[in-house]
């Protein structure tokens, strides 16, 4: 695979300071996220070059690079989202929408920070906003929930099996170490390390056409892409779903008082 130069102006240095720090506030406030974009910032130093090469390197690649669509554009075009048709990525996507209120346009606004060298044009930072745009595609193609800490954990786990990461890895590590002391029981970490054999297993998803996997049938995608069934993370939810959820509702009422 082909070795790309850095993006201009970036010093190439991890900032681990910065990381911790968010990724503390993160544990705190599973809400909060704006510090997964701080932690992403702070360690994931050359991802984007290395994963801009992998796409490049493929059939496909090339084609989709040169295109250069911008997926939060595309998916926050209702008349877009509308388009698929039952039992597709793109209608399981729509369900997803509307389900928990999430909008491609507001991962956007969130992933905004002060300095973020994300919104240069430079074809690196295009490949950083496509590895951000696809998260909730994702989401839905793994069946890991979005408004929930297990199931974000563990996407975080497939996510840094599939485009690497320091950030990555550490949020789902950090919050593997949290479970064990909230739920006493060792399924969330489970879970979360189902997340990532699943995601080495899987095709390399970044490398897919999404205008046209969004009109593929879910299940044929599925199987196609090699995404296995998380059966580890159905059985955690089962059995910490009372607990979690007791742990929550305590924690934003402990945030609520502090207000």
């Given at each position: 695979?082909?070795?790309?130069?850095?993006?201009?102006?970036?010093?190439?240095?991890?900032?681990?300071?910065?990381?911790?720090?968010?990724?503390?506030?993160?544990?705190?406030?599973?809400?909060?996220?704006?510090?997964?974009?701080?932690?992403?910032?702070?360690?994931?130093?050359?991802?984007?070059?290395?994963?801009?090469?992998?796409?490049?390197?493929?059939?496909?690649?090339?084609?989709?690079?040169?295109?250069?669509?911008?997926?939060?554009?595309?998916?926050?075009?209702?008349?877009?989202?509308?388009?698929?048709?039952?039992?597709?990525?793109?209608?399981?996507?729509?369900?997803?929408?509307?389900?928990?209120?999430?909008?491609?346009d507001g991962l956007v606004e969130v992933s905004k920070l002060e300095g973020d060298p994300e919104w240069v044009d430079h074809p690196y930072t295009w490949m950083g906003r496509r590895i951000r745009d696809t998260h909730d595609i994702w989401h839905v193609l793994t069946g890991y929930q979005a408004d929930e800490p297990m199931g974000e954990a563990a996407l975080v786990a497939f996510s840094f099996a599939q485009v690497g990461g320091l950030g990555w890895a550490l949020i789902g590590t950090a919050a593997a170490l949290k479970s064990l002391n909230v739920a006493r029981n060792t399924l969330f970490a489970k879970a979360v390390w189902e997340g990532y054999r699943h995601g080495r297993a899987a095709q390399w998803l970044q490398g897919e056409d999404y205008l046209t996997l969004m009109h593929e049938p879910i299940d044929a995608a599925r199987a196609r892409l090699g995404i296995r069934e998380p059966v580890l993370y159905r059985r955690a939810q089962r059995e910490l779903g009372p607990a979690m959820a007791d742990f929550l509702k305590a924690r934003k009422e402990g945030a609520a008082l502090a207000a």
């Amino acid at each position: 695979m082909a070795t790309l130069p850095p993006l201009p102006g970036t010093s190439g240095r991890r900032d681990w300071r910065t990381a911790f720090d968010a990724v503390r506030r993160l544990m705190a406030d599973a809400d909060d996220t704006t510090q997964v974009f701080r932690i992403m910032r702070a360690l994931n130093v050359g991802n984007a070059p290395q994963n801009y090469a992998r796409l490049i390197a493929t059939e496909e690649g090339g084609r989709i690079a040169y295109e250069r669509v911008e997926l939060a554009q595309r998916f926050s075009d209702p008349a877009f989202v509308a388009s698929f048709a039952p039992g597709t990525v793109g209608a399981a996507y729509r369900q997803f929408l509307e389900s928990t209120g999430y909008s491609a346009d507001g991962l956007v606004e969130v992933s905004k920070l002060e300095g973020d060298p994300e919104w240069v044009d430079h074809p690196y930072t295009w490949m950083g906003r496509r590895i951000r745009d696809t998260h909730d595609i994702w989401h839905v193609l793994t069946g890991y929930q979005a408004d929930e800490p297990m199931g974000e954990a563990a996407l975080v786990a497939f996510s840094f099996a599939q485009v690497g990461g320091l950030g990555w890895a550490l949020i789902g590590t950090a919050a593997a170490l949290k479970s064990l002391n909230v739920a006493r029981n060792t399924l969330f970490a489970k879970a979360v390390w189902e997340g990532y054999r699943h995601g080495r297993a899987a095709q390399w998803l970044q490398g897919e056409d999404y205008l046209t996997l969004m009109h593929e049938p879910i299940d044929a995608a599925r199987a196609r892409l090699g995404i296995r069934e998380p059966v580890l993370y159905r059985r955690a939810q089962r059995e910490l779903g009372p607990a979690m959820a007791d742990f929550l509702k305590a924690r934003k009422e402990g945030a609520a008082l502090a207000a």
